[in-house]
């Protein structure tokens, strides 16, 4: 590929703009442009819809790696919430339908009523 460098930057910078969900890391950004080349070598024109091109294309290939689902912290709350859910679970047997009806409720759980006489 024989283009300046300046036509390659601002190309690839109205790229990035275009498609900020592209996730940059060092094997997506050479797979990229391996393609690229290869298509510029072939005759096609360097373009912003070339690069985007070759990105549909390598998506669609599952040649491209995907960024790192980001993790949640959980709040203090939700993290007492779930410990009070997994100790009703684990203690379930040991409850008559009250108790359990009553832990599940105050966990923010539904529970239909099974039985109107307590």
Not at 20 to 46: I, M, W, Y
Request: hydrophobic letters at 35%.
């Amino acid at each position: 590929m024989n283009i300046p460098d300046d036509i390659q930057k601002r190309v690839a910078d109205e790229f990035a703009r275009r498609y900020p969900e592209f996730h940059t890391s060092p094997h997506n950004a050479k797979v990229l442009r391996e393609t690229v080349e290869q298509c510029t070598d072939a005759g096609a024109n360097f373009s912003v819809d070339l690069i985007s091109s070759c990105n549909h294309h390598l998506q669609a290939a599952g040649a491209l790696q995907q960024e790192e689902p980001k993790v949640a912290e959980l709040s203090w709350e939700e993290k007492v919430r779930q410990k009070d859910i997994a100790d009703t679970a684990k203690y379930a047997d040991n409850m008559d339908d009250r108790q359990l009806e009553s832990r599940l409720r105050g966990a923010g759980m539904y529970v239909p009523r099974t039985s109107t006489m307590y």
